[in-house]
Each structure stands twice: as structure tokens, then as C-alpha cells.
């Protein structure tokens, strides 16, 4: 006896679900431990990431504390103690607290009148690119101003020509020392423009712009009143 066209379909549901249900029970049969292994291990791994996360949070802030005392250390003039502190930064995890502790060594090695492990500390945080450029770009101009007197002025226009632009925040310092370097060269055109941008540009700190406005003038360039901003 055939079957009618709604007992026909309702037979195929039922098959299909069968099927499905077959298929299941084999699939987990087969396949059930391992995929109760596998969820175990994602949890185990979201865990373990999360305790990741908060115990680099716990290291970054007994980081910053050891980094804020040996800086309160070195303003208390208790630079033997900052010292200790700072050399168990330098190889921080934190990229900030590392930058900042090689850089306060350096600066203690100026100090002590070690300009050559200044320097050489200094061009390693610029060259670490594991640290913000902002760490880097300071490093270098602390160490070509460390190390100035020691170069020739075509390596002071190399490594400063990045930062010796108008309106960047290091245009300053960098582009006086570049302008100091022209002048060695003999290149006193590109010497009294760099001064002239600079004491032309507001953002560079005054004492700066001031001392470029006397030196392009000294090369024969006025540069016009120094328009100085409020700071009340």
C-alpha cells in the first residue's frame, strides 16, 4: 500500500533524526574523551591566562614602586641606594620602568664623569625597539649631547637629522646641537637657518630660542623680535 504524501515526509523526519542521532552517538563514542580533554584544556588555558594577566599587573606595580623610591632616593642625594634599585629595574619586563631605569643610570655614569659607559648606555635604550619611541628619542639626544664633544659633526647631523624637525618635541635640543655640527662643517647657510627656525618656533623651550636668535644674528640673520608666550 503506498504511503500518502503526509505520512511520506513525516517517516523522513523520523529516518533523519535517526540518522542524526546514530551519527551522534557515534561521533561521541568515539570522539567524547577527547573532546572533554579538549575543553578542560581551554579552560585551563583561559585560567592560566588570566593568572598571567593579573601577575603581570602585580609585577608591573612593585615595578613602579621600587621605580618611584630609588627616584625619591637620587632627589634625597642617596645615590647608592637608587643605584641598587635601578640596576634590578633595567631588566624589568615593563617597558617604561626598564627605559627609565637605563636611563637614570646613564645619567648617573654622567655624573661620575663615565662619559663613555653614558654613552654607550644611552645608544643601547635608543636602539632597543622593544621600548615607545619616545624612551628611544630621548636616549639619543642624551647621548649625542653626551657624547658631542667626541664626534665628528657629520655623525651628530646623522644620528640627530630623525628629531632636528620644526614642531616635533625634541626640534629644540636636537636642532641646536645639528646647527652647532653646521658650523664645524663650515655650512654656516644651514647652520643660521636651522637657528632662525628654531628661535621661530614657539614650542622650543626659551632659553634655547633665545641663544639661536644670537647666533643667527652672529652669522648675519635677523630673525626679528622673539615673540614670547605667556605662561601666566
Do not use: C
Not at 542521532?21 to 583561559?46: E, P, S
Not at 591566562?49 to 602585580?58: D, E, F, I, P
Not at 618656533?201 to 622673539?226: H, W, Y
Amino acid at each position: 500500500m503506498a504511503i500518502a504524501p503526509q505520512s511520506n515526509e513525516a517517516f523522513l523526519r523520523e529516518v533523519d533524526e535517526q540518522v542524526r542521532l546514530d551519527t551522534a552517538q557515534r561521533f561521541w563514542k568515539r570522539w567524547g574523551k577527547l573532546v572533554i580533554a579538549l575543553f578542560i584544556a581551554a579552560l585551563v588555558a583561559l585560567a592560566g591566562g588570566l593568572w598571567w594577566n593579573a601577575h603581570q599587573k602585580s609585577v608591573a606595580g612593585v615595578d613602579g614602586e621600587k621605580l618611584s623610591l630609588a627616584l625619591d632616593d637620587l632627589s634625597e642625594n642617596r645615590p647608592t641606594k637608587a643605584e641598587g634599585a635601578l640596576k634590578e629595574l633595567q631588566d624589568s619586563k615593563t617597558p617604561g620602568y626598564r627605559a627609565s631605569s637605563q636611563l637614570a643610570l646613564a645619567a648617573m655614569m654622567l655624573a661620575k664623569n663615565d662619559t663613555k659607559g653614558a654613552v654607550a648606555a644611552y645608544e643601547k635604550v635608543a636602539a632597543d625597539t622593544s621600548l615607545g619611541q619616545p624612551f628611544r628619542d630621548a636616549a639619543t639626544i642624551r647621548g649625542v649631547a653626551a657624547g658631542f664633544d667626541t664626534m665628528t659633526p657629520e655623525a651628530v647631523v646623522a644620528k640627530l637629522k630623525p628629531l632636528a624637525v620644526p614642531k616635533t618635541p625634541w626640534f629644540g635640543s636636537a636642532g641646536e646641537m645639528t646647527a652647532i655640527a653646521y658650523m664645524k662643517m663650515n655650512k654656516t647657510r644651514e647652520a643660521g637657518a636651522l637657528f632662525a627656525a628654531i628661535a621661530k618656533d614657539q614650542s622650543v623651550p626659551e632659553s634655547i630660542r633665545q641663544r639661536s636668535v644670537q647666533l643667527a644674528s652672529a652669522m648675519g640673520i635677523d630673525v626679528g623680535p622673539l615673540n614670547i608666550k605667556n605662561r601666566n
